[in-house]
């Protein structure tokens, strides 16, 4: 490999590095557990929440929950019409949308008792490009059509990896009990889903939810002990893993009458370097500030290419 070759290597590594999100575990070593809300108040003080983050949610299983809330449900720990509800723990939450975000425990009595977390999201601003310039927000498909040829067969651009796609399920018709038993199957067969891609279900809100649940959950049409649960119309569910994922409506009656949805997630294996070859992920991301990385980023990076050029020459 060249100079060059190996510089555009190491660049690209180093950018990925940049920009790649932060995992917060909430109150660390504690855990999602009651506690004083000064407690969460202070541990979120000083965290740079960005787009793309996640936070993590350690907790025991039939103890405690974790709810997505207005900031209404927030201020009087109401339970009733969350946002989304995860039963699980731990529970991984990605931070999509900026703004300020709410989360509750629905365990009688815990939320007030101070198991409460409010955060500020900010878009990410750590995304540079090699020259060291801040890079264009994408604008995701808003109907994506099936792909011609699998993405891993797709040439290289210079931009690297392809913006993921929004799929909103059943299409028109939208979250409902379907005209047929196999339309849900139908509608995801020609459908090639990869990790970060979004599923849309639209659905009149309290006539019907979205429940990602286990292959056995989905067989018998159990909706006890979801993964997560969405009750809040439209509902945008973004793919974090691959593997076999399934959703159903936990209204009476309803995934018995075909509401329900079985899709398979594989890698996205867009995400290029300019050398073709896929970045390896830092192995622990630490919490920064957004202004520094950009600036440190740009400096080295301007640093790398002139050591490059001086080299030519």
């Not at 949308?97 to 509750?104: A, E, K, L, Q």
């Not at 339309?183 to 459908?191: H, I, S």
């Not at 399934?246 to 290029?272: E, M, R």
Request: proline share 8%.
């Amino acid at each position: 490999m060249g100079l060059i070759g190996f510089v555009i290597v190491f660049v690209s590594a180093f950018v990925y590095e940049a920009t790649a999100a932060d995992n917060y575990t909430v109150l660390d070593g504690r855990g999602w557990t009651i506690t004083s809300q000064d407690d969460y108040r202070n541990w979120a003080a000083n965290k740079d929440f960005e787009v793309g983050d996640v936070l993590i949610f350690n907790f025991p299983t039939q103890q405690h929950d974790v709810a997505e809330v207005t900031k209404e449900a927030f201020d009087s720990c109401s339970v009733n019409n969350t946002i989304s509800l995860h039963l699980n723990g731990p529970a991984r939450i990605r931070l999509n949308t900026t703004g300020n975000h709410y989360f509750i425990c629905t365990f009688n009595g815990h939320c007030s008792a101070g198991q409460k977390l409010a955060i500020s999201v900010k878009p990410d601003e750590d995304a540079v490009s090699p020259s060291g310039s801040a890079v264009p927000p994408q604008t995701p498909r808003s109907s994506p059509s099936p792909r011609s040829t699998p993405r891993s067969a797709q040439p290289p651009t210079s931009n690297p990896g392809e913006t993921p796609d929004n799929y909103t399920v059943l299409d028109s018709q939208g979250w409902r009990i379907p005209s047929s038993p196999i339309a849900y199957r139908n509608w995801a067969a020609d459908k090639d889903f990869e990790v970060g891609d979004m599923l849309i279900f639209n659905f009149p809100t309290q006539q019907h939810d979205v429940a990602e649940v286990t292959k056995a959950a989905y067989d018998s049409c159990s909706g006890t002990n979801p993964i997560s649960i969405q009750r809040n119309a439209p509902a945008s569910i973004r793919l974090n893993s691959t593997g076999d994922h399934y959703f159903i409506c936990t209204f009476n009656g309803h995934c018995a009458a075909g509401q329900k949805l079985a899709i398979s997630v594989k890698s996205n294996v867009d995400a290029v370097s300019p050398t073709g070859v896929t970045p390896a992920g830092p192995s622990g991301p630490t919490p920064r500030n957004s202004a520094q990385s950009i600036a440190v980023s740009s400096l080295s990076i301007a640093a790398l290419m002139s050591i490059a050029l001086a080299f030519l020459h």
